[in-house]
T-cell receptor, first 109, second 114 residues
Framework: GQNIDQPTEMTATEGAIVQINCTYQ??????LFWYQQHAGEAPTFLSYNVLDGLEEKGRFSSFLSRSKGYSYLLLKELQMKDSASYLCAGMDSNYQLIWGAGTKLIIKP | ETGVTQTPRHLVMGMTNKKSLKCEQH?????MYWYKQSAKKPLELMFV???????ENNSVPSRFSPECPNSSHLFLHLHTLQPEDSALYLCASSQEPSSSYEQYFGPGTRLTVT
């Protein structure tokens, strides 16, 4: 079956770094997406990885290892506004997104 | 107006009511999606429309009926719902179907079935 696993909740301190891990099992693979969703709002696209390695985009970076079925989202210089849920989604061979349940990130001052 | 819009934002309905959710995208995209989001559960894909044609129906009960009159508008018609259908219903669009383009989401309709 297809499955995405990510931690339910994480806590970090303002100004620090946090890494949110995601493991995936999909039927075929057409990339790994990360989305951010603030409470009561729409998910918004953060990153897309289809090749192994690290993609950096400002304070956010995303890493992919296809051989391990593993990805992480790295958030640096955390700000209070980064408190949100982070959704990991793998795209299968039919270009359908298989979603994780999301990781709720709590930032403390 | 830009992006993906959804109306209404909140809806309370009884199990015998009939209502419709509306989604409109102003991005010129060719694919549109309906998702159900329940608390602490993964997003569940319900329907996919590519160029106005339905291409996916992920075993959704017939009490949910989608309609896509053109590539910019998507409706979800609801009738005789159950309390377990209470959830956030998200509409999304993407540039091309069957591709790795990211999806753009609307703000959702928070549905409560009483």
């Amino acid at each position: 079956g297809q499955n995405i696993d990510q931690p339910t909740e994480m806590t970090a301190t303002e100004g620090a770094i946090v890494q949110i891990n995601c493991t995936y099992q999909t039927s075929g693979f057409n990339g790994l997406f990360w989305y951010q969703q603030h409470a009561g709002e729409a998910p918004t696209f953060l990153s897309y990885n289809v090749l192994d390695g690290l993609e950096e985009k400002g304070r956010f970076s995303s890493f992919l290892s296809r051989s391990k079925g593993y990805s992480y989202l790295l958030l640096k210089e955390l700000q209070m506004k980064d408190s949100a849920s982070y959704l990991c989604a793998g795209m299968d061979s039919n270009y359908q997104l298989i979603w994780g349940a999301g990781t709720k990130l709590i930032i403390k001052p | 107006e830009t992006g993906v819009t959804q109306t209404p934002r909140h809806l309370v309905m009884g199990m015998t009511n009939k209502k419709s959710l509306k989604c409109e995208q102003h991005l010129g995209h060719n694919a549109m999606y309906w998702y159900k989001q329940s608390a602490k559960k993964p997003l569940e894909l319900m329907f996919v429309y590519n160029f106005k044609e339905q291409t996916e129906n992920n075993s959704v009960p017939s009490r949910f009926s989608p309609e896509c009159p053109n590539s910019s508008h998507l409706f979800l018609h609801l009738h005789t719902l159950q309390p377990e259908d209470s959830a956030l219903y998200l509409c999304a669009s993407s540039q091309e179907p069957s591709s790795s383009y990211e999806q753009y989401f609307g703000p959702g309709t928070r549905l409560t079935v009483t």
